[in-house]
């Protein structure tokens, strides 16, 4: 059963530049704040699917959008953590660990069925039928 859904943050920043607001009308102090989704699988393979940047006055609460691409610029990583942001690489990464694994079980399971042939060769080396036979007992159990 897949489970999934998505979900909505938001990050504070710290303060921003006092200046006039738009919704109050006087100069007031603002603070930087990122609101983003996300969709999830599982809540643990997540990847961000929209993302804002706000300047948000403290008095009134009245926010402004910011330019995204230059906001994200002048910051020095990025405020939304890993597993949100990029948890979908560790489901791909998962999703190749076990086809890879799968792919060397079935290879590993091809001389199996080989093994009548090895059994007729042991007997034209002169080994006796009996001990190939049981071999080939011990190895299909
Ligand atoms: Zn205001």
């Given at each position: 059963m897949i489970i999934w859904g998505f979900g909505r943050e938001r990050v504070?920043?710290?303060?921003?530049?006092?200046?006039?607001?738009?919704?109050?009308?006087?100069?007031?102090?603002?603070?930087?704040?990122?609101?983003?989704?996300?969709?999830?699988?599982w809540y643990l393979f997540c990847w961000v699917t929209e993302k804002q940047y706000l300047a948000v006055c403290d008095i009134c609460h009245h926010a402004v959008p910011q330019d995204t691409q230059a906001f994200e610029a002048a910051l020095p990583r990025s405020p939304i953590p890993f597993y949100r942001r990029s948890g979908w690489v560790?489901?791909?990464?998962?999703?190749?660990?076990?086809?890879?694994?799968?792919?060397?079980r079935s290879r590993r399971s091809e001389p199996v069925e080989e093994l009548p042939s090895l059994a007729s060769a042991a007997s034209c080396q002169g080994e006796p039928v009996a001990m190939s036979a049981r071999y080939l007992s011990f190895s299909r159990t």
């Open positions: 504070e920043l710290g303060p921003a530049q006092a200046r006039e607001c738009g919704h109050c009308a006087h100069r007031r102090p603002f603070r930087h704040v990122l609101r983003y989704r996300f969709v999830h699988i560790v489901l791909l990464g998962l999703v190749a660990v076990v086809g890879a694994a799968n792919y060397l």
